[in-house]
């Protein structure tokens, strides 16, 4: 009889098979799962071939360093022969200028954008890495840096690069320290910004800035006797009126006391990637607030109120943004006094916020309308008032549920800041470019200049749309 045997150690695991792993598995499930797949996968590799074929020998023959369009040929034919074709990069050697800070804005104010721009991160990193001291401390660290360079190349006087470099190494300290203190800079930094870019005295933007403390002076002063919306109306009111009576000659005694101010740039002399920037972040910035003001008055209980915001949001979504940067441009002056001096940028600046807020506020009623009664009833059952239940339990998660949507409405306004060219601004996608190719040098220049701007703003939305995959992969609490 013979012998059974039993095997005492188990045998090591064997490979998946190599049609079953890998980028061979990758390829049978997705490219060459079916005939129809091959076919289409084939054509689509022969169309990228062909552009690639065409495209690679002009990137290929690059120029960087010529003084005109037909030095660029000239140079290009002499390195791979005649009738050959390559890009000429060399025109942003002279319009580099142009295309960041416009063709008009000052050259020796040119350091102002670029401290403006260097702190627009310091002020957002509170923002969006609250509490998280190494991603602050990378940030202002890369900041420091950027500022060091490029106010040296700028030529920057000595005392505002001082200042420059003491106050983001100041914040630095800060971010270590007590991060949190950092939103405070994140607040002043719109009245600091405007002031670097538009100039004048510095106590424009802190006057202008001391009408919010108004308004919340008088609306927490009222709000106990009166309620909370007579008292946010009453606190409005005032700050019109501080505005409108006190700031001038508040801003008039304070420049005659203590006079500092800084060259003042008009708007119209702002353009290239300034302009697109400051209307941008202008737009992101307000937009949003806004939008959640009008999502939830949309969705009020008070007809009045309910009535104003379906009526806002629905005029503003049904005209296309050409259409409000007209009105921006040429009508609304006949609405003001002939005295009027409102400057077209704010006009524009205006009115494309509250392009975005309107559809931002549609993006959070959907939102809003997909959260669980549940979640309203808690809010009901712990004693919250509307308020609180709204910024501690109800906005939180409909903010978290429409971030790409939110993310996704920014891009497209940050790309839409290419229409104020037709109101006469010099944006850099038509408005520069157009003075590229009318220059005697580089005239019969065509791509180059479109493909440098798409590039850039590629940077910028790609960057948005990859923060905010990390947003939602951070605030992601469901089961995984």
């Given at each position: 009889m013979a012998e059974s045997y039993t095997r005492t150690e188990m045998l090591p695991a064997l490979p998946p098979p190599v049609s079953q792993r890998g980028l061979v598995k990758w390829l049978n499930e997705n490219l060459l799962s079916t005939p129809m797949n091959i076919a289409l996968t084939v054509l689509g590799f022969l169309f990228v071939g062909f552009i690639a074929w065409n495209i690679l020998p002009w990137f290929g023959n690059s120029v960087w360093?010529?003084?005109?369009?037909?030095?660029?040929?000239?140079?290009?034919?002499?390195?791979?022969?005649?009738?050959?074709?390559?890009?000429?990069?060399?025109?942003?050697?002279?319009?580099w200028g142009a295309f960041i800070f416009g063709h008009q804005y000052p050259v020796d104010e040119r350091w102002r954008p670029i401290l403006a721009f260097g702190l627009l991160f310091a002020a957002l990193a509170p923002v969006l890495f609250a509490g998280q001291k190494r991603n602050l401390s990378i940030i202002l660290g890369v900041v420091t840096a950027f500022l060091v360079l490029t106010l040296f190349l700028a030529s920057a006087p000595a005392l505002a690069f001082v200042l420059a470099i003491l106050g983001v190494a100041s914040l630095l300290v800060v971010a270590q320290m007590q991060p949190g203190?950092?939103?405070?800079?994140?607040?002043?930094?719109?009245?600091?910004?405007?002031?670097?870019?538009?100039?004048?005295?510095?106590?424009?933007?802190?006057?202008?800035?001391?009408?919010?403390?108004?308004?919340?002076?008088?609306?927490?002063?009222?709000?106990?006797?009166?309620?909370?919306?007579?008292?946010?109306?009453?606190?409005?009111?005032?700050?019109?009126?501080?505005?409108?009576?006190?700031?001038?000659?508040?801003?008039?005694?304070?420049?005659?006391?203590?006079?500092i101010e800084l060259l003042w740039v008009p708007s119209d002399e702002f353009g290239g990637f300034l302009l697109a920037i400051v209307i941008g972040v202008t737009g992101i910035t307000f937009s949003l607030p806004l939008g959640i003001l009008l999502a939830l008055g949309r969705q009020s209980d008070m007809p009045i109120v309910k009535s104003l915001?379906?009526?806002?949001?629905?005029?503003?979504?049904?005209?296309p943004l050409i259409t409000l940067l007209f009105v921006a441009a040429f009508v609304l002056g006949f609405f003001l006094p002939?005295?009027?001096?409102?400057?077209?940028l704010l006009r524009v600046l205006i009115l494309v916020t509250f392009f975005a807020a309107a559809y931002l506020a549609e993006v959070l009623r959907g939102s809003l309308a997909a959260l669980p009664r549940g979640q309203y009833e808690a809010a009901d059952a712990l004693g919250l008032d509307y308020w609180r239940a709204q910024r501690l339990i109800i906005l939180p998660q409909a903010l978290k549920i429409s971030i790409p949507a939110i993310v996704s409405s920014f891009i497209g306004l940050f790309k839409d800041t290419t229409l104020v060219v037709i109101v006469a601004l010099y944006e850099p996608l038509k408005g520069i470019t157009h003075l590229v190719r009318q220059d005697v040098n580089w005239k019969g220049i065509y791509w180059e200049p479109y493909i440098f701007v798409g590039i850039i703003f590629f940077v910028f939305c790609f960057g948005m749309s990859r923060y905010s995959k990390y947003l939602e992969l951070k605030l992601k609490t469901d089961h995984r």
């Open positions: 360093n010529a003084g005109s369009l037909a030095e660029c040929r000239e140079i290009v034919a002499a390195s791979a022969g005649e009738g050959a074709s390559g890009a000429c990069w060399a025109f942003l050697r002279p319009w203190k950092l939103l405070w800079f994140t607040l002043a930094y719109p009245a600091l910004c405007f002031w670097l870019l538009w100039g004048g005295p510095i106590w424009t933007p802190i006057v202008a800035m001391a009408g919010f403390g108004v308004l919340y002076a008088v609306f927490r002063l009222a709000s106990p006797a009166i309620g909370l919306a007579p008292a946010a109306g009453a606190g409005v009111v005032a700050a019109v009126l501080w505005w409108l009576f006190a700031e001038t000659p508040i801003v008039g005694l304070l420049q005659s006391a203590i006079p915001c379906v009526i806002f949001i629905e005029a503003i979504r049904g005209v002939p005295e009027a001096d409102f400057d077209l």
